[in-house]
């Protein structure tokens, strides 16, 4: 039985493991947003998340899945060049832009990955995907890309 079991997980650890723990924490569960608070002697810190076991069915496309209805990779490097390209200096681009930044980074590095190590094409794909993850949902605990590729095919099968 595939039954999605949502539970809350507190944490009593030294405040230096806090990422370590988080970082566990969002690994082994469908993890929402980490609550840290010291514990009363000031020493500890207290973390507290709610989980998910069992993501819901569909919730992290598949690369496949999420790029179906993606333009090539040439257009979507043009589209982006020419977005930041027609901006003014220090201008705020909407979400679509550092959305499909993020989708088109993190296809490259997916044929980068293909070839070998992680290189710098994962580490960007990553870096542009924690900048969408902050400015949707802060504090959120996900694969930043697993993230992107979710809201891109939501942002695809609606445009």
């Given at each position: 039985?595939?039954?999605?079991?949502?539970?809350?997980?507190?944490?009593?650890?030294?405040?230096?493991?806090?990422?370590?723990?988080?970082?566990?924490?969002?690994?082994?569960?469908?993890?929402?947003?980490v609550r840290?608070?010291?514990?009363?002697?000031?020493?500890?810190?207290?973390?507290?998340?709610?989980?998910?076991?069992?993501?819901?069915?569909?919730l992290w496309?598949?690369?496949?899945?999420?790029?179906?209805?993606?333009?090539?990779?040439?257009?979507?490097?043009?589209?982006?060049?020419?977005?930041?390209?027609?901006?003014?200096?220090?201008?705020?681009?909407?979400?679509?832009?550092?959305?499909?930044?993020?989708?088109?980074?993190?296809?490259?590095?997916?044929?980068?990955?293909?070839?070998?190590?992680?290189?710098?094409?994962?580490?960007?794909?990553?870096?542009?995907?924690?900048?969408?993850?902050?400015?949707?949902?802060?504090?959120?605990?996900?694969?930043?890309?697993?993230?992107?590729?979710?809201?891109?095919?939501?942002?695809?099968?609606?445009?």
């Amino acid at each position: 039985m595939n039954r999605s079991a949502v539970f809350e997980i507190r944490v009593i650890c030294d405040p230096a493991d806090t990422d370590r723990v988080t970082a566990a924490l969002s690994g082994a569960f469908a993890a929402g947003g980490v609550r840290q608070y010291l514990t009363r002697d000031g020493k500890r810190c207290r973390l507290y998340v709610t989980a998910d076991h069992f993501p819901a069915p569909g919730l992290w496309p598949s690369p496949d899945e999420a790029y179906a209805l993606a333009p090539s990779i040439i257009s979507e490097i043009g589209w982006t060049s020419h977005t930041v390209a027609a901006a003014t200096c220090f201008t705020e681009l909407e979400r679509d832009y550092y959305l499909r930044k993020a989708a088109l980074l993190d296809r490259i590095a997916l044929l980068d990955e293909h070839d070998g190590p992680h290189g710098d094409a994962t580490e960007t794909a990553e870096a542009a995907a924690v900048y969408l993850l902050d400015m949707d949902q802060p504090g959120v605990i996900c694969d930043p890309r697993a993230y992107v590729r979710q809201q891109y095919a939501h942002w695809a099968t609606h445009h």
